[in-house]
């Protein structure tokens, strides 16, 4: 079974850097995209970043040009780097992957059938 694994989480000050890691293992295929979501306390879930394999991104407006998500298709694995971080950045983080049965296009949060656990990112002073 496909599990995702999130690193490189912690507690920054406003404009500071973190890099974030997600390693996907139990499958031998490439999976199709992966991303990153986040979700705040009394917020809902919202997409931060995706990549597919052909290193094609989508990023949330309020975060271009400060993160960047980069992969390893050979390992499944994407990071994204944060530079600048905001308080408003501060949630958890989740890694999510496109399920194997996904048609093609542009995916909906509902196409993403693999998640992992989270990592906790803290922007304050």
Known sequence: QV???ESGGGSVQPGGSLRLSCAGSGIALQLP???WFRRAPGKKRERVALI???????YADDVKGRF??????????IHLQMDNLRPED?????????????????PTDGDFGYWGQGTQVTVSS
């Open 52 to 58: 597919d394999t052909r290193g094609d991104t989508i």
């Open 68 to 77: 960047t998500i980069t992969h390893d298709n050979a390992r499944n694995t």
């Open 90 to 106: 501060s949630a958890m983080y989740y890694c999510a992957a496109i399920g194997l049965d996904w048609r093609g296009g542009l």
């Open 3 to 5: 599990r995702l694994e």
């Open 33 to 35: 995209a992966m991303g």
